[in-house]
């Protein structure tokens, strides 16, 4: 056995204590792209978000056909990112769904990966168009700010049972 710090792990396992940051992460999904062409929506929904995650002081980690993976150190930054790509899709006919959820990840290269990536995916894929669903992790760190939520009730997330989700309403 080795032991790290005190804690012991089987040789061969590593420790990634490390690697691991308590982050907001940003998921978002197109759901109509009005009358451009597909490939306009995209070009269009990806500059948006870069420059709107940017602007927020985030970071894409991951894009996936006409969605995206960011991370923020402050969930406000993501709720008010988030706000913003939403109003910037319409501007341009789309709409888009979205999900904001904190937790711990673990770095891995220039992305994350973990529990809390999966299940900001399922809360995002639980938000109708338009709409910015939150998990229950979100509210209290911002709950100075004039920021406001609602309830939306209780969710089965696929692989992680039931969560208690709100909408972020400006």
């Known amino acids: 056995m080795i032991e790290w710090s005190g804690m012991r792990a089987f040789a061969g396992a590593r420790a990634a204590f490390d690697d691991r940051v308590l982050a907001t992460l940003l998921f978002t999904d197109l759901v109509q792209g009005g009358d451009l062409s597909w490939s306009e929506v995209l070009a ?5 978000m870069r420059s709107e995650t940017e602007r927020f002081r985030g970071r894409i980690v991951d894009t996936a056909g006409d969605g995206l993976l960011a991370i923020f150190d402050a969930p406000a930054r993501a709720l008010r990112c988030a706000s913003a790509i939403r109003s910037a899709a319409a501007a341009h006919g ?3 769904r979205v999900g904001v959820h904190a937790g711990e990840v673990a770095r891995a290269g220039d992305g994350v990966r973990g529990v809390a ?7 995002m894929a639980a938000a109708a168009a338009d ?6 992790t979100v509210p209290a760190p911002v709950s100075g700010v004039d920021l406001r939520f609602e309830p939306r009730g209780q969710y089965e997330l696929k692989g992680f049972g039931t969560r208690v989700l709100f909408a972020y309403v400006e």
């Open 44 to 48: 269009l929904q990806h500059q948006t």
């Open 94 to 96: 789309l709409r888009v």
């Open 117 to 123: 990536v999966h299940e900001t995916a399922r809360i």
């Open 131 to 136: 709409e910015i669903l939150v998990s229950s």
